[in-house]
């Protein structure tokens, strides 16, 4: 059971968007900064999003993340075949003195 | 750019110790302000946090697993290596190490990562 909640999967048409939620408390989300990460079966997770909404260099502006109160969301639009993952989110949990993460959402391009 | 790669046995045994260690290439672990990491999938699960070791040297380990580990630096300021001992079938999981880089709060984002290497804890 992860301490931040994720739907465990999404779906939408190459084009379209998708948006990929993560729940989480007061202890954690609601007062830390969220960050994204795209992971491929049998490669290196790979760091999307920082500070619930800054992208690393190299990071295409389809993927945009945002924050509200204790839910950060992470947006991917235009969405591409290989844009198909794992993506978790993730931050410091200060009641657990703990860096957590979601349980991942699995992203489908129809 | 900094690449990272785990190395270590592939399997355990059940009571015994895990060890990793984490080779930084394109870097080193004394050139910032860095949280050198060490994270754990279980098969089909989520990602798991297990510690990191800023690079003055202070340690932060997960709570849940903090009985049982270890996170140390070498002499050669490029490898930095996981100790995780009394090891369980619970263990079994991909480890990957990673840089942590603090963000403008107390948390951490993970950028980049090793590819993750595969520990099975078996008799």
């Known amino acids: 059971q992860s301490v931040l909640t994720q739907p465990p999967s999404v779906s939408a048409a190459p084009g379209q968007k998708v948006t990929i939620s993560c729940s989480g408390s007061?202890?954690?989300?609601?007062?830390?900064?969220v960050s994204w990460y795209q992971h491929l079966p049998g490669t290196a997770p790979k760091l999307l999003i920082y500070?619930?909404?800054k992208r690393p260099s190299g990071i295409p502006d389809r993927f945009s993340g945002s924050k509200s109160g204790t839910s950060a969301t992470l947006d991917i639009t235009g969405l591409q075949t290989g844009d198909e993952a794992e993506y978790y989110c993730g931050t410091w949990d200060t009641s657990l003195s703990a860096e957590v993460f979601g349980g991942g959402t699995k992203v489908t391009v129809l | 750019q900094v690449q990272l790669q785990e190395s270590g046995p592939g399997l355990v045994k059940p009571s015994e110790t895990l060890s990793l260690t984490c080779t930084v290439s394109?870097?080193?672990?004394?050139?910032?302000?860095?949280?050198w990491s060490w994270i754990r999938q279980h098969p089909g699960k989520g990602l798991e946090w297990i510690g990191y070791i800023y690079y003055r040297g202070n340690r932060y380990y997960n709570p849940s697993l903090k009985s049982r580990v270890a996170i140390s630096v070498d002499t050669s300021e490029i490898h930095f290596s996981l100790t995780l001992t009394s090891v369980t079938a619970a263990d079994t999981a991909v480890y990957y190490c990673?840089?942590?880089?603090?963000?403008?709060?107390?948390?951490?984002?993970?950028?980049?990562w090793g590819q993750g290497t595969l520990v099975t804890v078996s008799s």
């Open positions: 007061s202890s954690n989300v609601g007062n830390n900064y």
């Open positions: 990673a840089r942590g880089q603090p963000n403008s709060d107390s948390s951490v984002s993970f950028d980049p």
């Open positions: 394109g870097g080193s672990i004394s050139s910032g302000g860095y949280y």
């Open positions: 500070d619930n909404n």
